[in-house]
């Protein structure tokens, strides 16, 4: 065990936990937070998905000890109130079924969004390849990051 | 996914669960003077006679509805909240549901043959209605008038200029009034009052889009899954499977895991988990405790003879479902015979996340938090688990990560209530994604036979119909029975599997036909990662795979256009409207043969496939475009057209149908539970891959048929059915290949390619 500090949605904690105990279950059983989720555990879902640092991040296979940079979560990307513009979208498409993957889409499309603020179809499909929804929400996942980027869904 | 018992298996008293509720004497509550009792101060028993269980208003006019079903993330509390602010003129913001929990709401079935809407949605709209109806004759006797001289607006109640509110006329107290119950309990429980409902020309509700208002939680990490419950004291469990299906362990090195403090081992027979204070350590330890394992034969067959052992594998049972006129005589006349063959996988639920459940027993009392769909049924196995009496055990569902039928969730619960008791604590257990995977309840495996006579006039005259497989129902759909839980067949209990399939359900009008169903024998009759249960539409979409694929082979052999040669075998006008709406909107032009419409490498074609099942009928056109180079099939556009009888929320109802059309377009393409001689090996997302983002339809095209005068059908599954057909039949257009082995991989398209241009190359 060793003392580590994280800085999470802007709030800083320091945890006492094994340094290759993944990212995932300090965000979960340390810090009680119900998001993100365990899917896989293998980097093959999404649902665990945070920001690093602004980059999307798988937190189950992130060691503690490679976290080096704040930690972003879907709590942080806006508030009620002041949703980011993929929330209010995901909203306002009702977008989510079981909704228990939605990290991953959420913060991947926040990070697309950053970097080609008006994708084209294309960019959406290939920005969200690997990522996972069961329930088989993906048209109104793409009809929310087109909306959420102010584009026509 | 019909699941209740013909008639009710618990006793009255039993329907008293535990939760604090106040349990009184049934008896002491009949009798006419309680009916219409408005105010009266005792809260009647949770019982399905009693008004009280399934509505509640409170003095500021909130209205809440108990729900025994579970919205899995179709919107069905929307809808139900439709429903009973319509029949109660109430505004819908101020409706509620409480749905699952076995201290507040009565036994409706859980989430099952979607029936959501179509029996707890007319339960509650009868009692609903009755609800108003008390209201009013209440608000009748405060003004001295006729119950006719009242009108209603947004829970309030008028006559002339006085008003008074719901919430005042409830005051702190209850209805306290009788309902007519038929003495059933799940999916058949109907219990109504005295009063109609309303017809669906007064409807202001009813009938229209209305939003979503339940997602903000989602959306900013704040909704608690079932997988975020935690309880003061918990442990973190996690289960071990066996590595050889059907193996016990017969040994457990306990030192092997001493490095973690606080982990501890169960082991009950083959039942083996360990908990520890640390969900990372509990992992740790299931993962590095050195086990021993009994040897035993390897359970399964060479994956490749998988359809070849359903073909010569001997009947369990054979069900003639449904038999027209004469078959073999309408054979023999035949100027042709069409035969087929086609053959569906194994798959898995696969959900976002393995099962969760969390188990708490506390002061003679037990707690499950379970994502199954049936919360009652869990509560009786938890009961049994724990060999308490059932009305001290309280099951909550809150939604799981994923729920498409009996999935690992049954499993789960049971797992952590034998780990709680073992441990003297609260426990939260989790699958891996391996587990959820590999040892989650199949849909089952199976082939298809098929058969049409037709006449010289390219008329089908009979039609014959066996589909073959494993059995739907190696456990029950619900985890009422230890018997019918992992947990309990690995201490020992057998598979009872009860041969159960089904037939087809279109409505063609064949002067001679037979449709039967047969089943074989589990591959392991214990413990069995291959066990199957009811998955989203069970059976649907093999058989419908089968039967809309052959029907395109016979239109073939006929010469006919596929749409027109269905119509013609057709004499129920409300089915052929969906056929009809479907080819309207997608446009589509009579086919006599494979287009195989080339650009480059890339083959386009379109398809056909239609379907009749919980309360719907569904119509899709699907265009795909297939990569020769790779096989990847595409599946561009979907053009559904879907008739559910009465609509209570058309944009909720257009979703539900993009889930469906997509989840079933993933398990045609890519979906297949794959095992070697010991072990199911599709246990991730790289070996059991589903449909992503690059794979999406670039437009799925909803035409719904309103039927507001027909009772509501179901839309949590019927448009799952037809769109493997359809996909097989868009790829047969293309291609000009026929495809008769879901899924349709690329590695599979790019064979039957292949083979197809070798059996077509100049020797």
């Known amino acids: ?153 | 996914m019909s699941d209740a018992p013909k008639s009710p298996r618990l006793s009255r008293r039993a329907l008293l669960v535990g939760g604090g509720l106040l349990v009184v004497s049934v008896g002491a509550l009949a009798g006419p003077q309680l009916v219409s009792m408005l105010s009266a101060g005792q809260r009647p028993p949770l019982v399905p006679d009693e008004l009280d269980s399934f509505i509640a208003i409170d003095r500021s006019g909130a209205v809440t509805a108990f729900a025994g079903v579970m919205d899995v993330g179709h919107g069905l509390t929307l809808a139900l909240r439709q429903i009973v602010a319509e029949e109660l003129d109430a505004p819908l913001a101020r409706v509620a549901v409480v749905m699952g929990d076995t201290a507040r709401t009565v036994n409706q079935g859980g989430a099952s043959g979607s029936g959501g809407v179509q029996s707890c949605g007319m339960v509650l709209r009868s009692i609903a209605a009755e609800a108003r109806r008390l209201l009013l004759e209440r608000a009748a006797a405060r003004f001295s008038v006729a119950v006719g001289d009242l009108t209603v607006a947004d829970a309030i109640v008028s006559a002339g200029k006085r008003s008074v509110a719901y919430g005042d006329l409830v005051g702190e107290g209850y209805f306290n009034s009788k309902l007519e119950w038929n003495g059933e309990i799940g999916r058949r429980l109907q219990s109504k009052g005295q009063a109609t409902p309303k017809s669906p020309s007064e409807y202001r509700i009813v009938g229209r889009s209305a939003p979503r208002d339940d997602l903000a939680p989602r959306v900013v990490g704040d909704f608690q899954y079932v997988t975020d419950v935690k309880v003061p004291g918990m442990l973190h469990g996690r289960m071990i499977r066996p590595p050889v299906a059907g193996a016990v362990p017969t040994s457990v090195d306990e030192a092997s895991i001493a490095h973690l403090s606080s982990a501890r081992i169960v082991r009950r027979e083959g039942f083996l988990g360990v908990v520890a204070e640390r969900e990372w350590d509990a992992i740790r330890a299931s993962r590095e405790l050195k086990v021993s394992w009994s040897n035993v034969e390897s359970p399964f067959p060479p994956y490749d003879t998988l359809y070849d052992h359903i073909a010569a594998a001997p009947d369990v049972e054979r069900t003639v479902e449904k038999s027209v006129g004469d078959v073999a005589a309408a054979f023999s006349r035949a100027a042709r015979v069409v035969e087929a063959r086609y053959e569906w996988p194994f798959q898995s639920h696969a959900c976002m996340g393995p099962a969760c459940a969390v188990v708490e027993i506390k002061n003679g009392r037990a707690t499950v938090w379970t994502g199954t769909q049936k919360p009652h049924f869990a509560a009786e196995g938890v009961a049994a688990a724990l060999e308490m009496p059932l009305d001290k055990v309280r099951a909550i569902w809150a939604l799981g990560p994923g729920s498409y039928g009996r999935n690992d969730s049954g499993d789960a619960a049971i797992d952590a209530a034998f780990l709680a008791k073992a441990v003297g604590k609260p426990v939260r257990v989790q699958g891996m994604r391996h587990e959820g995977h590999g040892w989650d309840p199949k849909g089952p495996a199976s082939v298809h036979t098929a058969r049409a006579a037709l006449d010289r006039n390219n008329r089908i005259i009979a039609y014959q119909i066996l589909n073959k497989g494993f059995s739907r129902r190696d456990i029950e759909f619900n985890e009422a029975k230890l018997e019918h839980s992992l947990a309990g067949q690995l201490m020992g209990l057998p598979l009872l599997a009860a041969p159960a399939f089904s037939v087809q359900d279109e409505e063609y009008a064949f002067p001679n036909m037979e449709l039967a169903w047969a089943t074989i024998a589990p591959l392991l009759d214990r413990a069995s990662p291959l066990r199957t249960a009811h998955l989203r539409d069970p059976c649907g979409p093999n058989n419908n795979f089968a039967s809309e694929s052959f029907f395109d082979e016979v239109a073939l052999a006929a010469g006919a256009d596929p749409i027109a040669f269905r119509l013609a075998h057709m004499t129920d006008e409300r089915h052929m409207a969906v056929l009809r709406a479907a080819a309207e909107r997608a446009r589509w032009t009579p086919r006599r043969r494979p287009y195989r419409r080339a650009s480059g490498g890339t083959l386009a074609g379109r398809g056909f496939a239609y379907s009749r099942g919980h309360g719907a009928i569904v119509a899709i056109i699907a265009d795909v475009e297939v990569d020769a180079r790779t096989g990847r099939v595409w599946p561009r556009r979907f053009t559904v057209a879907h008739e559910c009888g009465q609509i209570i929320n058309p944009s909720g109802l257009a979703l539900c149908i993009e889930g469906n059309v997509v989840q079933a377009a993933s398990r045609a393409l890519f979906e297949e539970v794959t095992f070697d001689r010991n072990a199911v090996t599709s246990v991730d997302w790289a070996t059991y891959p589903i449909l992503e983002m690059p794979d999406a339809p670039e437009a799925i095209d909803i035409v719904t048929l309103d039927r507001p005068e027909l009772p509501p059908g179901g839309a949590g599954e019927p448009a799952t059915r037809p769109v493997a057909a359809a996909l097989a039949n868009a790829i047969f257009d293309a291609t000009g290949v026929r495809l008769r082995r879901a899924p349709f991989s690329p590695a599979r398209v790019l064979a039957a390619l292949s083979g197809e241009r070798r059996s077509t190359s100049p020797a």
């Open chain 1, 1 to 153: 065990m060793a003392a580590k500090v994280i800085n999470v949605d802007g709030a800083d904690h320091t945890l006492d936990a094994a340094p290759d105990m993944p990212l995932l279950y300090a965000l979960r059983d340390d810090l009680g937070l119900n998001n993100p989720k365990f899917g896989c555990g293998v980097a093959q879902c999404g649902a665990c998905m945070v920001l690093i640092g602004g980059v999307p991040t798988f937190s189950c296979v992130t060691p503690l000890a490679d976290v080096s940079g704040p930690i972003t979560t879907i709590a942080g990307i806006g508030e009620p109130g002041a949703l980011h513009p993929i929330q209010q979208a995901y909203i306002d498409e009702a977008t989510p079924q079981c909704g228990y993957c939605i990290s991953g889409w959420m913060l991947r499309a926040v990070a697309l969004l950053k970097e080609i603020p008006r994708p084209t179809d294309n960019d959406i499909r290939e920005a969200f390849a690997g990522l996972k929804c069961r329930c088989g929400t993906h048209m109104a996942i793409m009809r929310a990051v087109k909306r959420a980027a102010g584009l026509a869904p």
